[in-house]
């Protein structure tokens, strides 16, 4: 079992790997997007530093659920995600490997460039690891929870929107949380609270998500 | 009467949530029952005439 | 009694249970309504601090309360569906998320035109309301990916799904809002709940909220029957049905 799930994991990480092209443009998107804030609201570096900590995460946020739409579509698409359901492992674990191995490639990537970011809408120093913390844990639960808008709109020729559409209410927690502790953070309080807070939703989302995945590709595969 | 109406000054959002809520209200059954009779007659149309029962 | 409950599991009979139901329920809605609003508007005395402002209550709470069983409705014949398959349950699934939706909003309006006297502006970023937007939100999910997806079946199980991820959600999304609420508290924002609500404001209260009760039950039981009809068209019943409307 622990075979199948590293070996779905290795094989979408080097599939990934060879669409260097398409994993970029999550990435290029949360850069784009953070530089539009200080466009539209003025460079006064104070007004930066009060939001920044909105900005960053609602761009992260964006980014994940752009990025999103491509996770099953090729394996859809060549007929591997029906091959999942019939192999012998149960599919809620391989497709938590297949989320894995997404959130990896396209996650990732997003919380090694926030750093970057946050220089550019000027976050105070002292919430930047709290900044990272919170993407490093709230950002899986986008994925596993987003997973499931995914494999319920894999089938319909225009899901994109419609995924947005049904996933961002679910985001709504985990914004609150991240976003908040990054807040707290920068105001220079605790931000210990929220951080929890968003450990048991990964926590929470790991154990139901993949099922519910599961039962979604099962009923989009008809 | 006209106290009534006038609902202590505060008759601009009491009248137009009261108001809003009756449109719904009867909306929905009223467009429920409309789809409903739609839905009959366009399936009587698609059977063949002449026939009464089963 | 078992056996009663089993063949409400068959749309020909569901069929025939909800549109003899109908009348019944169509008057107590109405009676129950017209009482609620006279006790709410005439009789009950305004409020010591709200004047007569605080009436609002007595769509807006039952509004919000429905749009969360509403919910709770859903995502119950939402679990039915992916367990059993009922189309019944399919038919009450579908048939409920456009009224939901419905309370949702009016409840929002009816908070948004309470708020104006009582905060002095129409939207405030109180917990209830987010909360209720929110709400809205998942709502409207629901009501796309219906319409999305072209085969009747796979849609309502697809819906029932997402109806149950939003069932765990709701109290998550609750107790979010509510932290994120305290954690942003705006200068002296007036509560907006009734300040301790007396019995001559709770009972015409409880009745519209019975009233709005009812009102659902009555009109999702037509939406359903509609559902039914859809669904079955190519069925017996529906056909010897049609047949007779047309004599």
């Known amino acids: 079992m622990v075979r199948a799930f590293a070996a779905i994991l290795g094989r979408d990480l080097v599939l990934a790997l060879r669409r260097r092209g398409e994993l970029g443009n999550p990435l290029v998107f949360f850069v784009v997007v953070v530089t539009l804030f200080p ?20 761009a992260a946020l964006l980014a994940a659920t752009l990025a999103m ?3 099953f579509r090729s394996d859809f698409e060549d007929g591997s995600l029906e091959q999942l359901l019939l192999s012998p492992h149960p599919p809620a674990l391989l497709l938590l490997a297949k ?16 750093p970057l970011l946050a220089l550019f809408v000027n976050l105070p120093g002292q919430a930047l690891p709290v900044l990272v913390a919170t993407l490093a844990l709230g950002t899986p639960t986008l994925s596993l929870v987003g997973a499931i808008g995914v494999a319920l709109t894999v089938g319909l020729r225009r899901g994109g929107l419609l995924l947005a559409l049904l996933v961002l209410p679910l985001y709504v927690p985990v914004l609150i949380f991240a976003a908040g502790a990054v807040d707290n953070a920068a105001a ?15 926590v929470l989302a790991v154990t139901l998500a993949p099922p519910a995945t599961a039962a979604s590709v099962r009923i989009s595969l008809g | 009467m006209q106290e009534f109406l006038y609902m202590g000054g505060y008759y601009p959002f009491v009248w137009p949530a009261y108001g809003l809520v009756l449109l719904v209200l009867i909306g929905t059954p009223v467009a429920a029952r409309r789809r409903e009779r739609r839905i009959l007659r366009r ?8 026939k009464t029962s089963a | 009694m078992w056996l009663w409950f089993h063949r409400l599991a068959s749309p020909k009979h569901f069929y025939r249970v909800a549109e003899r139901l109908n009348p019944w329920l169509g008057s107590a809605t109405l009676v129950v309504l017209i009482v609620g609003l006279y006790w709410g508007l005439v009789i009950a005395p305004p409020d010591y601090e709200q004047g007569d402002s605080y009436r609002i209550i007595f769509v807006h709470v039952p509004a919000a309360w429905m749009s969360l069983f509403v919910y709770a409705v859903m995502a119950g014949a939402g679990a039915v569906t992916l367990v059993w398959r009922l189309k019944v349950a399919e038919a009450v699934m579908r048939a409920a998320a456009p009224l939901g939706a419905w309370f949702t909003f009016l409840a929002l309006v009816t908070g948004s035109l309470w708020g104006k006297p009582m905060w002095g502006t129409y939207w405030v970023w109180d917990a209830r309301l987010t909360s209720e937007l929110i709400l809205l939100f998942l709502y409207l999910g629901f009501i796309a990916l219906q319409s999305a997806m072209e085969d009747r079946r796979t849609a309502a199980r697809a819906g029932a799904v997402l109806a149950l991820v ?17 954690l942003h508290q705006g200068p002296t924002v007036t509560k907006l709940d009734a300040p301790s609500i007396s019995l001559t404001m709770l009972a015409p209260l409880l009745v519209m909220a019975l009233g709005f009760l009812l009102h659902f039950a009555t009109t999702g039981l037509i939406r359903a ?7 079955e068209a ?12 047309r004599t």
């Open chain 1, 39 to 58: 466009l539209a609201l003025g460079p006064a570096q104070e007004t930066l530093a009060r939001i920044a900590p909105g900005i960053l995460w609602v």
């Open chain 1, 69 to 71: 739409e491509a996770l």
């Open chain 1, 99 to 114: 989320v894995a191995a997404h959130w990896l490639a396209t996650g990732l990537p997003l919380i090694l460039i926030s």
């Open chain 1, 188 to 202: 220079g309080l605790s931000a210990a609270g929220p951080i929890y807070f968003l450990a048991a939703l990964l």
């Open chain 2, 43 to 50: 399936l009587a149309s698609q059977e063949p005439r002449g």
């Open chain 3, 166 to 182: 939003g069932v765990v959600n709701i109290p998550i999304i609750h107790y979010s809002v509510e932290w994120w609420a305290t």
């Open chain 3, 225 to 231: 029957r509609c559902e039914l009809l859809e669904g």
């Open chain 3, 234 to 245: 190519r069925s017996g019943w529906v056909r010897e049905l049609a047949r007779r409307r």
